[in-house]
């Protein structure tokens, strides 16, 4: 299992950046994909970005239509620690966000993908 605590967020202007941090117990992280989603007032959770497990070393990046150009996902496996570097903030950006952590992935936008989800941060951006 692992435990995962989301930090970060807060709030920006228009335009701002953030940087969201995930940071997850446990000694096997590098074999667990790792996702962000967010969950604005009333609307269902949402997919931002998620990266895959090592594959030869070798991870892959996923972004919904909405963050990419503006929204990066990295991981630090030596840190067990995966963050969300968003740039170019927009009002509609605002919601409480959620890291998430699974082994076995096939859809990445897919929330029941992930079995293990942090308590989540609040980013709220102003116009």
């Known amino acids: 299992q692992v435990q995962l605590v989301e930090s970060g967020g807060g709030l920006v202007q228009a335009g701002g950046s953030l940087r969201l941090s995930c940071a997850a117990s446990?000694?096997?992280?590098?074999?667990?994909?790792m996702g962000w989603f967010r969950q604005a007032p009333g609307k269902e959770r949402e997919f931002v970005a998620a990266?895959?497990?090592?594959?030869?070393?070798?991870?892959?990046?996923y972004y919904a239509d909405s963050v990419k150009g503006r929204f990066t996902i990295l991981r630090d496996n030596a840190k067990n620690t995966v963050f969300l570097q968003m740039n170019s903030l927009k009002p509609e950006d605002t919601a409480v966000y959620y890291c998430?952590?699974?082994?076995?992935?096939?859809?990445?936008?897919?929330?029941?993908?992930?079995?293990?989800w942090g308590q989540g941060t609040q980013v709220t951006v102003s116009s």
């Open positions: 998430a952590a699974d082994t076995k992935v096939t859809v990445w936008s897919r929330p029941h993908e992930f079995d293990y």
């Open positions: 446990g000694r096997t992280f590098s074999s667990y994909g």
């Open positions: 990266i895959s497990w090592s594959n030869s070393k070798t991870y892959y990046g």
